[in-house]
């Protein structure tokens, strides 16, 4: 039996090869390809190796030892979807890199990573990304690992304590009025300055609208929590901060120097504006005049612990921060309100009322008591677009979700795999549904989804992201007519993003001002 089965074989062998030279290119091709696919179907029929029997089960993949990183790279958005009808909400492993990356999208399994900080750990992937995006080093007596979990020891024996609870208290109360203050105040001035031109040079101008938007949001915000002598002294800061920040995903992937170079030279750029910001001396002082105390943050204990430029380094990872989901995420609402039938006239009528004076009532606008529909489309906006995922390190063994993660892995919580699934939100998931978050506004920051994170490392600008979007939306829509020339743009979704997705290309419109008829 034996040797008749190596006959076969051998007779099948002779006539693989047979059918092999007897075929034309085009043909040999196809039966490469043909041959190919067979092999990865049956590849995955392989079990995955390396997996103890309770961990969560690892999606297939077509390709052996790559596993699904190619395909995460291009669009891990669409890798999870593609989980998500095969596993629905439970626990999941992909294999990027060589290494598991458990993946989370239950509401109530994300809650309980983000509430657990002894077995998972947010410590390694901060101070890596660090590493990575901001070339910050380790210096001597400390390391940025003791930096983000707070436990740093100044040279006289005192603890430095943890940098997320100073700013989260620095973003709130009296300091976040004045934050809101100032932010406001510059979104006036730049409108009159619009206002103004539109009656100078004729009745309309045309833009690209997302730029418009976030160079509106983005600079004001900045004169506000970092006076306003920064941008004027520095007039190419801004544009290098989005030629960075927009190739940040290649960093991420560890692209080689040479092919994100501009991107390189216009981080060092902003680098040494933050020498010359954080610096001690007149011109420091200068530059400093007029910040809010956010921006300062820990200048006198950075300053003793870091050479100038490492803290310079640190103060773009949090300038980043600060301006990572506003300043996109309103050029959204807006492409919404206005796109929607019905709903621009729907907003201007809630929000009229707070615009009886000269400056807008904030107060009014940032409730959802008062303003109750605008508030629902941000939340909704923010639904379809933000994209956090919440990484943790596992360092202990936990059951999350009825699966046991092992220490040594890689955990992610994408935000928008449970933000747009049909078992959270049911048939309308993948709609923008507008009045949606009206019965629920806390929907939009608790258990149904977590735009700016959660747990201890949930965002310390939240506040101040939906006050200053709302306001600046509201501000645009009272003040201004916009026309989209080209109907609504497709997300980006392929580009990973520390925040919100943009827009593709470009977002053409033309804006006319607006009679501003107050009640």
């Given at each position: 039996?034996a ?6 074989a ?13 075929s ?33 089960p ?55 990573v ?5 077995a ?26 003791e ?27 009296k300091?976040?009025?004045d ?9 006036e001035?730049?409108?009159?300055e ?24 983005g ?9 306003p ?8 800061f ?18 080689p ?19 010359a ?9 200068r ?70 004076s000269?400056?807008?009532?904030v107060d ?18 923010l ?19 009825g ?5 040594g ?8 795999a ?10 309308t ?36 992201a ?38 593709l290309?470009?977002?053409s419109?033309i ?9």
């Amino acid at each position: 039996m034996a040797f008749s089965s190596i006959v076969d074989a051998k007779g099948l062998f002779e006539n693989v090869e047979g059918l092999w030279g007897n075929s034309s290119p085009v043909q040999q091709l196809a039966l490469s390809i043909l041959t190919i696919l067979v092999a990865s179907r049956l590849w995955q029929l392989v079990p995955a190796t390396g997996f103890k029997s309770d961990e969560p089960p690892c999606y297939p993949y077509y390709v052996p030892f790559l596993g699904h990183t190619i395909p995460f790279a291009m669009n891990a958005n669409k890798v999870f979807r593609a989980a998500g009808k095969l596993f629905g909400l439970k626990p999941y492993t992909l294999m990027i890199a060589g290494e598991k990356h458990y993946i989370i999208t239950d509401p109530q399994d994300v809650s309980s990573v983000l509430k657990n900080s002894e077995a998972l750990t947010f410590t390694n992937f901060a101070a890596n990304h660090m590493r990575d995006f901001y070339t910050i080093p380790d210096t001597p007596g400390t390391t940025l690992e003791e930096i983000v979990e707070g436990t740093t020891i100044m040279p006289d024996g005192t603890p430095l304590g943890n940098t997320h609870q100073l700013l989260a208290s620095l973003l709130s109360g009296k300091n976040l009025e004045d934050l809101v203050r100032n932010t406001i105040l510059d979104f006036e001035r730049s409108f009159d300055e619009v206002q103004n031109k539109l009656s100078k040079e004729g009745s309309a101008i045309e833009v690209d609208f997302s730029v418009w938007v976030r160079d509106g949001i983005g600079r004001a915000a900045t004169n506000a929590a970092y006076g306003p002598e920064l941008l004027k002294t520095f007039p190419g800061f801004w544009e290098a901060y989005w030629k960075w920040h927009e190739a940040t995903w290649k960093m991420l992937y560890k692209f080689p120097s040479f092919l994100v170079k501009e991107a390189f030279a216009a981080r060092e750029e902003l680098v040494e504006a933050f020498m010359a910001y954080l610096a001690d001396g007149p011109e420091g002082d200068r530059l400093r005049r007029g910040g809010h105390p956010f921006s300062v943050a820990r200048r006198d204990e950075y300053n003793i612990l870091f050479p100038l430029e490492t803290h310079a380094r640190i103060d773009l990872s949090l300038f980043q921060a600060f301006h990572i989901n506003s300043t996109v995420i309103a050029s959204w609402v807006i492409l919404r309100i206005v796109l929607t039938p019905g709903l621009l006239s729907r907003i201007r009528e809630e929000v009229a009322p707070a615009y009886s004076s000269d400056k807008p009532d904030v107060d009014y606008i940032s409730s959802h008591q008062t303003c109750p529909l605008l508030h629902s489309v941000l939340c909704e906006c923010l639904r379809h677009y933000v994209a956090p995922m919440a990484p943790r390190h596992v360092v202990q063994p936990i059951r999350i979700g009825g699966y046991t993660l092992q220490p040594g892995n890689k955990l992610l919580c994408p935000a928008r795999a449970s933000m747009m699934s049909e078992q959270v939100w049911g048939d309308t998931a993948s709609e923008f549904v507008p009045e949606r978050f009206l019965d629920k506004p806390m929907d939009f920051n608790g258990r149904m989804m977590r735009p700016f994170g959660g747990g201890l490392h949930l965002c310390p600008g939240k506040q101040f992201a939906m006050i200053e979007t709302k306001v600046y939306v509201a501000s645009v829509l009272t003040r201004f007519n916009v026309e989209f020339l080209d109907g609504m743009p497709k997300m980006d979704e392929a580009s990973p993003t520390l925040g919100t997705m943009g827009a593709l290309g470009v977002t053409s419109a033309i804006i006319t001002r607006r009679q501003l008829c107050r009640p």
